[in-house]
């Protein structure tokens, strides 16, 4: 954990980036509730959980059309 | 010339309201972040995790952090730029949303050139922001360092980047499927591979370009190793985007 706080400053950017990215797709997941698979719950737990490739794949595979 | 400006001006819109832009910008950036620091934190976190392997982590430098780079971006960060755009063209086939514009007068290379400006504005707009950061990073983390040909791997790696979305255009033009021109790519990518090993071609095949960035800041290949690839991913890439358009004109929509 030392490590951890010791480097907080040049950590932030990269907790930041990843946390505003699972934001962005969970208020997407939320807002649109139409998917290609999956429902809500499964996807918000995904986007939030999943590390980066939760949002990537939910953009990706999961977003459904817009109507 | 007008035409280009518009329907290009709509495929950046696109790119920003499918998400393929926000993806782009925050996945390289953090492989921008990710990349010095995982090199620099490496050996901390290989004491903690496995002690007795901590050895061979020790005193990483800079030269590390490029590995990083150039291992994370040219594998995970082209395959995702690859996905991303791969459907460019096929969705377009199955809404029907083509025919209605080249029926109103846009002209067909239009379409192409312009799909394919628009993924490389983002694939740039995202490498080179990747870069800045690393640099950053890389020049906070390890002052005293200097390595050579930084800016050149960089612009090496970017013109494969290049290379990889002609080629992927030619797939979603031959292909309405978007993982058939992955397959597609991935198949051309094997064949620049093999032409590597074979001693009569090796060394003129683009691969190098996303192969060797790392042994050019390290000092184990020279810029003009760089030189012939470069020129052959140039020309390569003008031919394909050619044929692209010349397939598209002959193509039923």
Redesign the interface.
């Given at each position: 954990m030392d490590?951890l706080l010791d480097?907080l400053p040049?950590?932030i950017?990269?907790f930041a980036?990843?946390v505003?990215?699972g934001l962005?797709a969970l208020v997407?997941v939320l807002k649109h509730p139409h998917y290609r698979f999956g429902n809500k719950i499964m996807w918000a737990f995904i986007v939030m959980l999943v590390n980066?490739i939760g949002?990537?794949v939910y953009?990706?595979f999961g977003?459904g059309e817009?109507q | 010339m007008s035409g280009f400006i518009a329907f290009s001006k709509k495929e950046i819109t696109e790119n920003t309201?499918?998400?393929r832009l926000?993806?782009m910008l925050?996945?390289f950036?953090?492989f921008g972040?990710?990349s010095p620091?995982l090199a620099k934190?490496t050996p901390?976190l290989m004491e903690a995790v496995m002690p007795n392997l901590a050895e061979a982590f020790e005193n990483p430098s800079a030269l590390d952090s490029w590995t990083q780079f150039y291992k994370n971006v040219s594998s995970l960060g082209l395959s995702?730029t690859i996905?991303?755009f791969s459907s460019c063209l096929s969705g377009e086939y199955t809404k029907g949303t083509l025919a209605i514009m080249l029926t109103k007068g846009l002209s067909r290379p239009t379409v192409i050139l312009s799909k394919f400006a628009a993924a490389a504005a983002i694939l740039t707009v995202s490498y080179w922001l990747s870069f800045g950061?690393a640099y950053g990073?890389t020049a906070?983390?390890w002052p005293d360092a200097s390595l050579p040909h930084i800016f050149f791997a960089a612009f090496a790696l970017w013109i494969a980047g290049l290379l990889y979305l002609c080629i992927l255009m030619l797939g979603c033009v031959l292909f309405r499927q978007s993982f058939t021109s992955i397959l597609f790519l991935l198949v051309i990518t094997v064949i620049m591979g093999l032409l590597e090993q074979i001693e009569q071609t090796a060394g003129y095949s683009p691969v190098i370009l996303v192969s060797k960035n790392v042994d050019l800041l390290s000092g184990a290949v020279t810029v003009s190793y760089f030189i012939i690839p470069l020129i052959i991913s140039v020309f390569m890439s003008a031919a394909l985007l050619i044929m692209s358009i010349v397939v598209f004109n002959k193509k039923q929509l």
């Open positions: 490590i480097n040049i950590l950017p990269l980036a990843q505003a990215f962005i997407h980066m949002p990537i953009f990706i977003r817009e | 309201r499918n998400y926000l993806i925050v996945i950036f953090i972040v990710m620091l934190f901390q995702l996905i991303l950061v990073y906070y983390l």
